[in-house]
């Protein structure tokens, strides 16, 4: 018997969902169909995977009505924002778009004698670890390109979004794409660990935290089986004396506060030039203070509750130990704050980087707000992190923006804009936030290997 995976609403604290996990033995044979099943997925026209991955990805558009809810009870977004279909297909349809380019030959050079090139091979068998704060547009940066560039894939999903996993592999196999080909599996952590060691797989993508992206390397060890991470970040942004202020408050404050800040690239802490620094705190309290805290099923809710207690516990724990060392918190405790999940998003000033919230993730509705007077002050706060996930410069100069990203350790630079993966672009990170890259051209690379042909043509 395999243990029970049970995910906790944060609604009301009930079991919304609970699954058995596979035994060793069963896993390993369902891991083994997979590979089994590689070969001639492979073999098959890439318009053709292409194809079916997109129908794969309208039918989960067509259980959206219903999704939309399901995620409101196991991860607590409000119902008011309609899911993740829009990011999902997004995503799908540009690696789609692309793929033909992207995993065409290099061609190096082909004369009387030799014919020289290098193809993109698939790795075989794909493990995507996703995690519950996106879990639909997490799983697809990897699935789709997976699956068109021609391997097979095993989705393990967060417990938090116990369903996820299902609605995806029941919808990709209701499009034509075989059960052997993508599937959802329920694994306890020893059995992940032990398949990795065992080789079972030819490619690891995992998205989580920095303790869940060491344990995927340590079961990796010596097998020589690639390991992709996206893990925790601190994503800061900086705004010049010549941002737009509005736009910035705006869209930053959104970055932080958006899911309960529990996002990837949300905003977890903001360095204002001096000049813009009052109106800029005065205008992101105002903001915070319209939200309306509350159950996720209901329409009027902005800001639902934190996906687990136990998350909203260390924002909590963060915030109260900055004010105890001297920061100031702006946000008046809502009357939904329950204590639990249900938690007051807070803005925060007189912090410091000796305080966690500025710099441990929090990934919560929390961001701390501190004074600069130069590029060379805010670059050297923006760096002293040991995550390196995004960064979001506001100026009307895109010389100086990329002048000061230049400068950034971090996987992404925005300009007057945050929170976004451009699908066109590697979503990547440095220093804790992990290695590798997802989505855009470099994500087929990291999906394949490279097979050189080197063929002479002439022996005479």
Known sequence: MGQTLKCISPIDGSVYAERETLPPEAAAERVTAARAAQAAWAARPLQERVDLVMAGVAAVGAMNDDIVPELAHMMGRPVRYGGEFGGFKERASHMAQIAAEALADIQVGEDATFKRYIKHVPHGVVLVVAPWNYPYMTAINTVAPALIAGNTVVLKHATQTLLVGERMAQAFQSAGIPADVFQNMFLDHDTTSALIADRAFDFVNFTGSVGGGQAMERAAAGTFTGVCTELGGKDPGYVMEDADLDAAVDTLIDGAMFNAGQCCCGIERIYVHESLYDAFVEKAVAIVNTYKLGNPLEAETTIGPMANVRFAQEVRSQIAEAVAAGAVAHIAAFAEDDGGAY???????????????????????????????????AIDLMNDSEFGLTASLWTGDVERATRVGDQIETGTVFMNRADYLDPGLCWTGCKNTGRGGGLSVIGYHNLTRPKSYHLKKVTG
Do not use: C, W, Y
């Open 343 to 377: 938690l007051t998003p807070q803005i925060l000033t007189n912090v410091t980087h000796d305080m966690r919230v500025m710099r441990d993730e929090s990934f919560g509705p929390v961001v701390g707000i501190m004074k600069v007077s130069s590029d060379a002050e």
